[in-house]
């Protein structure tokens, strides 16, 4: 016997902090990187065009849904008259006129005609000329 000595083997250890480290900035830098499309929360199927080209939007979004809803922005506008009232009121500061002020409609592709011609009335009486219609690309 070795006199009550106990020698210790060398074990084997798996250190897992440096590991968990890593994967943390892994998912930290996932996340970052990741671009977020900030759209509103209003559900539409816009239809598609093939020569639609990017445009940046502007300070007004007009919104039609199917169901008849209408939204300036991210506020909902009870009819077609407070939507004439709001753009009534609406004052422009970085442009000039009202007619170079962009404005973005968007309608779902079931909205009618009528509906949008509507939209185009109030946005011309109210002096906007600068518009986009929204659209997707097809795939």
């Given at each position: 016997m070795r006199g009550g000595r106990h020698q210790r083997r060398p074990g084997a250890q798996?250190?897992?902090?440096?590991m968990i480290d890593i994967?943390?900035?892994?998912i930290l830098f996932f996340l970052v990187s990741t671009t977020f499309a900030l759209l509103p929360a209003i559900t539409l199927k816009l239809p598609s065009s093939q020569t639609s080209d990017s445009v940046s939007v502007g300070q007004i979004t007009i919104t039609i849904e199917t169901n008849g809803s209408i939204?300036?922005?991210?506020?909902?506008?009870?009819?077609?008259?407070?939507?004439n009232e709001r753009l009534?009121?609406?004052?422009?500061?970085?442009?000039?006129?009202?007619?170079?002020?962009?404005?973005?409609?968007?309608?779902?592709?079931?909205?009618?005609?009528g509906?949008?011609?509507?939209?185009?009335?109030?946005?011309r009486k109210n002096g906007f000329a600068a518009l986009n219609l929204r659209t997707t690309n097809p795939e």
């Open positions: 798996v250190d897992l902090i440096p994967v943390f900035q892994l939204w300036l922005n991210s506020d909902k506008v009870a009819s077609y008259g407070e939507l009534a009121a609406f004052d422009e500061v970085e442009y000039e006129s009202r007619r170079d002020y962009p404005v973005q409609l968007e309608a779902d592709e079931l909205v009618t005609n509906d949008i011609v509507r939209v185009f009335d109030i946005l």
